[in-house]
Protein backbone atom coordinates (compact mmCIF):
# COMPACT_ATOMS: atom_id res chain seq x y z
CA UNK A 1 0.00 0.00 0.00
CA UNK A 2 1.20 3.52 -0.68
CA UNK A 3 -0.35 6.91 0.16
CA UNK A 4 0.06 9.85 -2.40
CA UNK A 5 -0.84 12.69 -4.30
CA UNK A 6 -1.94 14.99 -0.85
CA UNK A 7 -3.92 18.64 -1.36
CA UNK A 8 -5.49 20.70 1.11
CA UNK A 9 -8.99 21.54 1.54
CA UNK A 10 -9.87 24.65 3.05
CA UNK A 11 -10.17 24.29 6.01
CA UNK A 12 -6.65 22.71 6.70
CA UNK A 13 -8.16 18.97 6.09
CA UNK A 14 -6.18 17.03 3.31
CA UNK A 15 -6.85 14.38 0.46
CA UNK A 16 -5.03 11.88 -0.45
CA UNK A 17 -4.90 8.76 -2.18
CA UNK A 18 -4.90 5.20 -0.96
CA UNK A 19 -3.14 2.87 -3.88
CA UNK A 20 -2.79 -1.35 -2.93
CA UNK A 21 -0.64 -3.19 -4.99
CA UNK A 22 -2.87 -4.96 -8.08
CA UNK A 23 -5.42 -2.60 -7.95
CA UNK A 24 -6.62 -0.83 -10.53
CA UNK A 25 -8.05 1.98 -8.21
CA UNK A 26 -7.34 3.68 -5.56
CA UNK A 27 -9.42 4.50 -2.68
CA UNK A 28 -9.63 8.66 -1.62
CA UNK A 29 -9.12 9.09 1.82
CA UNK A 30 -10.06 12.51 3.70
CA UNK A 31 -7.79 13.38 6.94
CA UNK A 32 -6.65 16.24 9.15
CA UNK A 33 -3.64 17.02 10.94
CA UNK A 34 -4.90 16.42 14.16
CA UNK A 35 -4.63 13.00 14.60
CA UNK A 36 -8.83 12.04 13.35
CA UNK A 37 -9.34 8.51 11.65
CA UNK A 38 -9.47 9.20 8.00
CA UNK A 39 -12.89 9.06 5.85
CA UNK A 40 -13.04 7.37 2.83
CA UNK A 41 -14.60 9.33 0.09
CA UNK A 42 -14.70 6.85 -3.16
CA UNK A 43 -12.87 5.21 -5.48
CA UNK A 44 -10.93 6.66 -8.63
CA UNK A 45 -8.18 6.02 -10.66
CA UNK A 46 -5.00 7.02 -8.97
CA UNK A 47 -5.57 11.23 -7.73
CA UNK A 48 -8.17 13.33 -7.99
CA UNK A 49 -7.73 17.35 -8.04
CA UNK A 50 -9.45 19.30 -5.80
CA UNK A 51 -11.64 22.78 -6.32
CA UNK A 52 -13.14 24.88 -3.61
CA UNK A 53 -15.34 25.86 -7.24
CA UNK A 54 -19.02 25.24 -6.29
CA UNK A 55 -18.56 24.47 -2.57
CA UNK A 56 -16.26 21.91 -3.54
CA UNK A 57 -15.71 19.54 -6.83
CA UNK A 58 -13.48 16.59 -7.26
CA UNK A 59 -11.84 16.42 -10.87
CA UNK A 60 -10.26 12.61 -11.70
CA UNK A 61 -9.76 10.57 -15.03
CA UNK A 62 -11.56 7.33 -16.12
CA UNK A 63 -10.95 5.66 -18.73
CA UNK A 64 -9.43 8.07 -20.63
CA UNK A 65 -11.77 10.88 -19.61
CA UNK A 66 -11.27 13.89 -17.22
CA UNK A 67 -14.90 13.66 -15.18
CA UNK A 68 -15.71 16.16 -12.43
CA UNK A 69 -18.01 15.27 -9.48
CA UNK A 70 -19.33 17.32 -6.62
CA UNK A 71 -17.53 17.29 -3.39
CA UNK A 72 -19.05 18.04 0.10
CA UNK A 73 -16.46 18.40 2.45
CA UNK A 74 -18.54 18.90 5.95
CA UNK A 75 -20.28 15.44 5.13
CA UNK A 76 -16.86 13.54 3.39
CA UNK A 77 -19.35 12.56 0.61
CA UNK A 78 -19.42 13.26 -3.39
CA UNK A 79 -22.55 14.52 -3.89
CA UNK A 80 -24.44 13.07 -7.42
CA UNK A 81 -23.17 11.31 -10.41
CA UNK A 82 -19.90 12.60 -12.29
CA UNK A 83 -20.00 15.00 -15.15
CA UNK A 84 -17.52 14.52 -18.05
CA UNK A 85 -14.76 17.67 -18.44
CA UNK A 86 -12.83 16.06 -21.85
CA UNK A 87 -12.33 13.11 -23.36
CA UNK A 88 -9.00 11.90 -24.18
CA UNK A 89 -6.57 13.15 -21.58
CA UNK A 90 -3.11 12.50 -21.75
CA UNK A 91 -1.52 9.95 -19.83
CA UNK A 92 2.29 9.53 -18.08
CA UNK A 93 3.63 6.59 -18.79
CA UNK A 94 6.85 7.69 -16.58
CA UNK A 95 4.41 8.51 -13.69
CA UNK A 96 1.20 6.44 -14.55
CA UNK A 97 -0.96 9.27 -14.64
CA UNK A 98 -3.57 11.73 -16.20
CA UNK A 99 -2.10 14.54 -16.99
CA UNK A 100 -4.57 17.50 -15.61
CA UNK A 101 -4.91 20.22 -13.27
CA UNK A 102 -7.35 22.12 -11.54
CA UNK A 103 -7.57 25.66 -10.44
CA UNK A 104 -10.44 27.80 -9.21
CA UNK A 105 -13.32 27.61 -11.97
CA UNK A 106 -10.59 26.00 -14.26
CA UNK A 107 -9.43 22.84 -15.48
CA UNK A 108 -6.02 22.30 -17.95
CA UNK A 109 -5.14 19.11 -19.04
CA UNK A 110 -3.01 17.25 -21.83
CA UNK A 111 -4.61 15.47 -24.84
CA UNK A 112 -3.61 12.02 -25.49
CA UNK A 113 -0.35 12.58 -28.07
CA UNK A 114 2.31 14.58 -26.16
CA UNK A 115 4.18 15.44 -29.13
CA UNK A 116 1.42 16.45 -31.11
CA UNK A 117 1.30 20.41 -31.75
CA UNK A 118 -1.94 21.78 -30.01
CA UNK A 119 -3.50 24.68 -28.42
CA UNK A 120 -3.90 25.30 -24.99
CA UNK A 121 -8.30 25.56 -24.42
CA UNK A 122 -10.07 26.49 -21.18
CA UNK A 123 -13.20 23.76 -20.70
CA UNK A 124 -15.80 24.76 -17.86
CA UNK A 125 -16.98 22.34 -15.52
CA UNK A 126 -19.56 21.13 -17.34
CA UNK A 127 -17.24 19.88 -20.58
CA UNK A 128 -17.98 23.42 -22.62
CA UNK A 129 -15.52 24.78 -24.52
CA UNK A 130 -13.93 28.39 -23.52
CA UNK A 131 -10.85 30.55 -25.08
CA UNK A 132 -7.76 29.14 -26.42
CA UNK A 133 -5.15 30.00 -24.39
CA UNK A 134 -2.15 31.32 -25.76
CA UNK A 135 -0.44 29.82 -29.28
CA UNK A 136 -0.16 26.30 -30.26
CA UNK A 137 2.93 24.77 -29.00
CA UNK A 138 3.80 21.13 -28.15
CA UNK A 139 2.73 21.47 -24.73
CA UNK A 140 3.02 19.27 -21.12
CA UNK A 141 2.03 19.14 -17.59
CA UNK A 142 -0.28 21.40 -17.49
CA UNK A 143 -0.11 23.40 -14.02
CA UNK A 144 -2.83 26.38 -12.92
CA UNK A 145 -2.14 28.72 -10.30
CA UNK A 146 -3.80 28.63 -7.33
CA UNK A 147 -5.40 32.25 -7.95
CA UNK A 148 -6.29 30.88 -11.49
CA UNK A 149 -4.23 33.92 -13.57
CA UNK A 150 -1.18 32.13 -14.87
CA UNK A 151 -0.92 28.61 -16.87
CA UNK A 152 2.65 27.03 -16.24
CA UNK A 153 3.94 24.43 -18.83
CA UNK A 154 6.48 22.37 -20.22
CA UNK A 155 6.66 23.75 -23.84
CA UNK A 156 8.82 21.34 -26.34
CA UNK A 157 10.33 22.86 -29.31
CA UNK A 158 10.94 21.50 -32.80
CA UNK A 159 14.67 20.06 -31.35
CA UNK A 160 13.26 18.22 -29.18
CA UNK A 161 14.20 20.70 -26.01
CA UNK A 162 11.66 21.25 -23.31
CA UNK A 163 11.65 24.69 -21.55
CA UNK A 164 8.68 26.11 -18.89
CA UNK A 165 6.69 28.38 -19.82
CA UNK A 166 4.31 30.96 -17.85
CA UNK A 167 1.30 31.90 -19.83
CA UNK A 168 -1.09 34.75 -18.96
CA UNK A 169 -4.42 32.68 -18.27
CA UNK A 170 -6.45 36.22 -19.25
CA UNK A 171 -4.62 37.48 -22.56
CA UNK A 172 -2.75 34.16 -23.11
CA UNK A 173 0.67 36.26 -23.23
CA UNK A 174 3.40 33.44 -22.72
Do not use: C, K
Request: glycine share 10%; aromatic share 10%.
Amino acid sequence: TSHGWPQFLLDGRFLYSVLVRGSDEARIEMSSLDGAVPQSIFHAPSRVAYSPEAGGTLIYSRRGNLLSVRFDPVRAQTVGPPQVVAPFVGFSREYGIRLFASGPNQVAFQGSDPNRVRALVWFDRDGRQGETLGEPARYSLPQISPDGRQVLVARTDAAGHSNIWLIDAAGGTS
